[in-house]
Nanobody, 113 residues
Framework: QVQLVESGGGMVQPGGSLRLSCSGS?????????TEWYRQAPGNQREWISS???????NYHESVKGRFIISIDSAKNTVYLEMERLKPEDTAVYYC??????WGQGTRVTVSS
């Protein structure tokens, strides 16, 4: 299967913001499928946090609702995860996924003062 490419992670202070990107490929047109974001914190299992359907409908885990926004730029074949008011507990490796893709390398987000 094809991997998506995640980017945009980094280190920020609590209360800061980051925008993650998930790039598709010629064989993975993200506007035609549901794309999901997951994260895995150290010592924890991977958890689902957000998704956007092929119709553009977003869904969020309660822990990020009101702070994270998922969106898609069809022209760039990229799904974004805008993260605001970040907390230390948001520290994790973030992955994007579709049913037609394998797990990628992820992008690391560290929230620390």
């Amino acid at each position: 299967q094809v991997q998506l490419v995640e980017s945009g992670g980094g280190m920020v202070q609590p209360g800061g913001s980051l925008r993650l990107s998930c790039s598709g490929s010629e064989s993975l047109l993200l506007a035609t499928m549901r794309t999901e974001w997951y994260r895995q914190a150290p010592g924890n299992q991977r958890e689902w946090i957000s998704s956007i359907s092929q119709f553009g409908y977003p869904n969020y885990h309660e822990s990020v609702k009101g702070r994270f926004i998922i969106s898609i730029d069809s022209a760039k074949n990229t799904v974004y995860l805008e993260m605001e008011r970040l907390k230390p507990e948001d520290t994790a490796v973030y992955y994007c996924k579709t049913v037609f893709s394998d797990w990628g390398q992820g992008t690391r987000v560290t929230v620390s003062s």
